[in-house]
């Protein structure tokens, strides 16, 4: 039995923690190769796409206040194998979404060892969710002050440093962006935006959770998509399009140009701490969802198993194992692209959950369209890579859904 310790404080601060490391350091630079100067629109629309998400989101956390999120509300108000789908989708997608982070933790401290840090960033992360919940979320606080007092300091830097020639960021020619770059780079985006997810999977460890739950993940992406659209305009008027589309971390090319090294110096150790937080909460939903289903019998029993601190050891163990696996196999592009895809594909469940509550108002089921329309239409403009990846791995899960049904009436009858 999961305990009920985070209040709507510790809530929003997980989400912000979550979402701020996944955006603001890792999906700037493909977005901007896919949407040129139209960075802005591809954020704006990956921000509505999030909005529709999000009020989905709470209308069901509100009927449904358990640990699992779109899995338990897609199993309960669509049937067995949506509720299925959803839950494998968050499972292997935001497990590629904590691959990204300990591969960005890694990049920031020593690129040339990337991996192995990697791996370290994942086991650290591991032994601080063991030690219970509460101080994930406080950690999680303390991860969002430092970001916005860092970006505060780089900027007040400017104000008595030239910085570096943006020459000397060698820019390829120029980025030509186009509608189908549009929305394939908002589908990049909208992996920036997935955090607040991490507030509805928690919903059994958060008091009053249906009036908490709703709160906090509208505190939680209205902050952020500020500092998103913030940072956006920082990044194109400063180091133009194609120095951003080149860059493999932007935003600590942004603090040399502001502030000289030592504001390069400071982003980074802002991105190491970010980066942090969003894996100590991905790896929090990951985990928590892996014992919704494993509950339900689509997962070994001893998923279920809890620490003296109310913590699904067994499950925060096996997801950590699978993230090193992918931080030594896979890329950190491939990564965000692969995970932006089954959570996009979440969400469409999600949203199609929301579509069958009939005790809602009419424009709850309006934005539900919208969010669903939305989901689908960033899922196929997203690389081809990622979605022919990501279909082979729903293939997969399938024909485990299946397989496991037909044992099971093996066994019944």
């Given amino acids: 039995m999961l305990q009920r310790t985070l209040t709507q404080r510790d809530a929003t601060a997980i989400g912000l923690g979550s979402m701020m490391g996944a955006g603001l350091f890792v999906v700037w630079g493909p977005a901007a190769a896919l949407a040129g100067n139209w960075l802005m629109l591809s954020l704006l629309l990956a921000a509505f796409v999030a909005v529709c998400n999000a009020l989905s989101s709470a209308a069901l956390a509100i009927r449904y206040p358990q640990a699992g999120g779109t899995y338990v509300y897609g199993r309960n108000q669509l049937g067995e194998y949506p509720g299925y789908l959803a839950g494998w989708c968050f499972v292997i997608g935001k497990t590629a979404s904590c691959a990204a982070m300990a591969m960005t933790i890694g990049a920031a401290v020593w690129p040339g060892s990337a991996r192995l840090l990697g791996v370290v960033a994942v086991v650290v992360v591991l032994g601080l969710n063991l030690a219970g919940v509460k101080r994930s979320a406080r950690y999680s606080e303390f991860v969002v002050v430092c970001v916005l007092v860092a970006f505060l300091a780089v900027a007040l830097g400017s104000l008595w440093s030239d910085g570096m020639a943006l020459t000397e960021l060698n820019a390829p020619a120029t980025v030509q962006p186009s509608v189908l770059g549009v929305f394939g780079a908002a589908g990049f985006l909208f992996f920036a935006f997935a955090g607040y997810a991490r507030i509805a999977t928690l919903g059994e460890e958060v008091k009053d959770p249906r009036r908490t739950i709703p709160r906090a993940i509208g505190w939680a992406l209205g902050l952020v998509t ?96 699978v993230v090193v696996g992918i931080v030594l196999t896979l890329d950190l592009r491939a990564a965000i692209g692969f995970s932006s895809f089954g959570v996009l594909l979440y969400y469409a469940v999600a949203n199609a959950a929301a579509l069958t509550l009939t005790d809602t108002h009419r424009a709850t089921r309006l934005v539900a369209v919208f969010g669903f ?36 009436r093996m066994t019944n009858a």
């Fill in 226 to 321: 500020i500092v998103y659209a913030v940072v956006s305009g920082v990044l194109l008027s400063v180091l133009g399009v194609d120095a951003v589309a080149a860059s493999s971390a932007p935003l600590v090319d942004l603090g040399r140009v502001l502030s000289g090294s030592l504001g390069g110096q400071v982003v980074a150790v802002v991105a190491v701490l970010t980066a942090t937080g969003a894996l100590v909460n991905l790896m929090l939903g990951v985990s928590r969802t892996s014992l919704a289903m494993a509950r339900d019998g689509y997962g070994p029993a001893t998923l279920t198993r809890t620490n003296a601190a109310g913590v699904p050891w067994v499950a925060e163990s096996v997801v950590a194992a």
């Fill in 373 to 408: 329309v939305g989901c689908v239409l960033l899922v196929a403009t997203l690389p081809i890579s990622a979605t022919a990846s990501g279909l082979v791995v729903v293939l997969i899960g399938s024909a485990v859904f299946v397989l496991r049904r037909g044992i099971a």
